[in-house]
């Protein structure tokens, strides 16, 4: 064959390629959307797809797990649609969880897929809906949707595809307005509506609002009763967080952490994990992973973890490394529900002190990861919330202790779904209710010891052990003389803090000491939605939320908003410290005026001007409740807050937003009580309908 004949026949079939081609996007354009009841072609790792292509949305906003949603089981979930014909995709939308980034990408033959349109996360919670017009023209036959990237728990309700763009515009979404809500939706809700009711009665039968003669004769049984409803506050009745009574994200941080302290420490915890899953054939779920460097809150896309910086810098024996990946085995399949493992890597790491560490690393040190084995740890901070109510009865009345109660079982900022079912987070609690009823019965030694022993498992407590020994100090200072419970005070610390040294040196390392220092300098300066604190408040505004700031196409999406908070912050450096020495002067004056107790707690404001820390930790304003029963002037302010979070929680779906009114709403309450406390630091008011004479106290 010669060579023109060749050069022939190969135009030929070029020119035949070429009709072929054309002829397979050159179907006539269908009016409607191209996947409304189409079946998946192939589906992996997604629950309930055929929901995506139903035809039906919800409401925008809605619970990422709505009925009306799929769900994806691992980050690696795809569903592959067959269309018939290759078609070009002029119009596509998604209602998918708002907060992460979902990949629409097409094929003409099946095999190789191009990249047609990435939905990025959206500034709204929950569900929310995108769409994009003229997506590029891209003939495809093959639509797959999969998930890149987010916090690793993925959902959608509806993917719609037009070839024609005036039939998607004359073709809105179907939204199903009359969905009921998700059971554990309505749980939650009817579980916050019901801790209004406990903490409002609650309050009432503590204030001697009405019945005073009743309750005065009765108080102890009608102080069982407000513990006991109480209890079953902070548990939402029993619907606990919606889901579970286990908080395995946080068990996950609290059991790993201190149990191969002595391998990981602070900052390799996550990449250990990483190449423990991969070891376990689980590494292609970080493909579409971020996940967090611990060494500094970096954020990184999960193949970091492969490169020498990501990499475990840990040392195991063979049996200790065999062990730490049976407890990850175990984590994975307790977290199967609300994603993979990985999801927990772009958390910010074990963070707690280091005498905290050695609490809990003797719980957990001999110890395998189960349901059975987290769940029975987790009684350990029921029976601290136990012994702190036990603590404040004996040292203030069985009314203060309920009133105590009420107030720690319903607030929204220190509620279940943060703290409820985890591991050791509340044992500070009990060491500060010993110290501030030890205090209230003089008991310097018990209460320097508490008190320290509460600094030492939560570190901010530390304010309340240095207001103390400041009223010991006053006292010295009035009496020109050491004073017998200074000194004794003084012993207790040395002794308590001794002990502490002796005890972590051993357990964890001296080096951890050193590592938490930088612990808390990096978790200082990277701010979150869920924090209070002045410093926070004068840097945060509603134009400038999180959700407004976010910049997906940076290695750290928040990188914007974070630096914002650090610059405002420094830049209000002044009025920090002008509300700082207005703190410091309160204590002063209530340690020379008034008693232990109320000095200890004239802590509050100063802890509140100095740092931003999460709002769970605020759960220190409950201790407030011992003498808010005798300051008439500010206690519904107290009670005021607690049930306002509680609304906050009920009314505005963002996090941030919550946190935002309820920090302005902080900050007057701890105004209110500040000036409360200034103008009456050593006087007790009766409470009120009393006919008790309440001594004063001594000036």
């Known amino acids: 064959m010669g060579v023109n004949k060749v050069r022939i026949f190969a135009g030929l079939g070029s020119l035949g390629l070429v009709l072929l081609a054309q002829s397979a996007v050159a179907q006539p354009c269908p009016k409607g959307n191209l996947l409304e009841g189409r079946a998946p072609l192939t589906v992996q790792d ?36 067959d269309l018939g014909a290759a078609y070009p995709l002029s119009a596509l939308e998604l209602q998918a969880d708002g907060n992460d980034r979902y990949l629409v990408s097409g094929s003409v033959d099946g095999n190789r897929f191009e990249t047609v349109w990435t939905k990025e996360p959206a500034a709204v919670p929950g569900l929310s809906t995108t769409s994009r017009v003229d997506a590029g023209a891209f003939a495809a036959r093959y639509v797959r949707l999969q998930a890149t990237a987010g916090d690793g728990i993925y959902s959608a309700t509806e993917l719609r595809a037009f070839c024609d763009k005036e039939a998607f515009r004359q073709q809105p979404l179907h939204v199903r307005q009359n969905v009921p809500l998700p059971s554990n939706v309505k749980r939650q809700v009817s579980g916050n509506s019901g801790q209004l009711v406990v903490l409002l009665l609650g309050s009432l039968l503590a204030f001697g609002a009405f019945a005073p003669a009743i309750i005065r004769r009765f108080r102890v049984l009608f102080s069982l009763l407000i513990i006991a409803a109480a ?28 149990k191969y302290f002595r391998n990981t420490g602070y900052f390799d915890l996550y990449r250990c994990v990483a190449r423990a899953e991969r070891e376990l054939g689980h590494g292609e779920e970080y493909a579409t992973a971020v996940v967090r460097d611990s060494d500094d809150n970096r954020v990184w896309h999960g193949s970091w973890f492969a490169t020498d910086a990501g990499r475990c810098r840990a040392e195991f024996t063979p049996a200790k490394w065999d062990a730490f990946k049976r407890d990850v085995t175990a984590f994975r399949w307790l977290i199967r529900d609300q994603g993979s493992i990985a999801r927990l890597l772009v958390d910010h790491g074990f963070n707690a002190t280091p005498f905290h560490a050695t609490y809990l690393r003797a719980l957990v040190l001999h110890l395998d990861a189960s349901e059975l084995t987290l769940r029975l740890l987790a009684q350990m901070d029921t029976l601290s919330m136990l012994g702190a109510i036990a603590a404040l009865w004996w040292g203030f009345g069985p009314m ?3 009133l105590f109660a009420v107030l720690l079982g319903t607030g929204a900022f220190w509620g279940y779904p943060w703290l409820g079912g985890t591991i050791g987070r509340h044992v500070w609690v009990f060491w500060m209710a010993l110290g501030l009823s030890a205090a209230r019965r003089k008991r310097p030694a018990l209460a320097t010891v508490a008190l320290t022993m509460a600094g030492l498992h939560r570190l901010y407590p530390l304010f309340f052990l240095g207001a103390y020994l400041a009223w010991h100090g006053a006292r010295a200072l009035r009496q020109r003389r050491w004073t017998a419970a200074l000194k004794t005070s003084l012993v207790a610390l040395a002794v308590t803090l001794s002990f502490a040294l002796v005890a972590t040196t051993v357990s964890v390392g001296p080096r951890s000491f050193l590592d938490y220092t930088h612990v808390i300098s990096r978790h200082a300066g990277t701010p979150g939605g869920n924090r209070l604190g ?20 940076l290695t750290d999406p928040s990188e914007v908003w974070v630096q914002q908070v650090r610059d405002l912050s420094h830049a209000h450096w002044p009025l920090r410290v002008f509300v700082s020495l207005l703190s410091l002067l309160l204590i002063g004056r209530v340690a020379m005026m008034g008693s232990p107790w109320v000095t200890i707690l004239a802590a509050g404001p100063l802890l509140f001007a100095l740092q931003d820390i999460t709002s769970y930790d605020f759960i220190w304003i409950t201790f407030y409740g011992v003498i808010a029963i005798e300051r008439v002037r500010w206690r519904w302010w107290l009670v005021g807050f607690v049930a306002l979070s509680i609304v906050l929680w009920l009314v505005l779906p963002d996090m941030e937003q919550q946190h935002f009114v309820g920090n302005w709403a902080l900050l007057l309450l701890l105004s209110v009580i500040g000036i409360d406390l200034w103008q009456r630091p050593g006087r007790a008011i009766p409470p009120v309908n009393s006919r008790r004479t309440i001594p004063v106290e001594p000036r």
């Open 231 to 258: 209890a079953l506050g902070w548990t939402h009745f029993l619907a606990f967080n919606g889901k579970s009574d286990l908080h395995v994200g946080d068990a996950f941080h609290y059991f790993m952490g201190p």
């Open 400 to 402: 203060k202790a309920a």
């Open 534 to 553: 002045f410093p926070l408040l004068l840097s945060t505004h509603p134009g400038g939320f999180a959700s407004n700031l976010m910049d997906s196409r």
């Open 46 to 81: 997604i629950e309930a797809p055929l929901r995506l292509t139903d035809g039906w949305a919800t409401v925008d906003q809605m619970p990422y797990d709505h009925p009306d949603a799929a769900k994806w089981r691992g980050p690696g979930g795809a569903v592959t649609w």
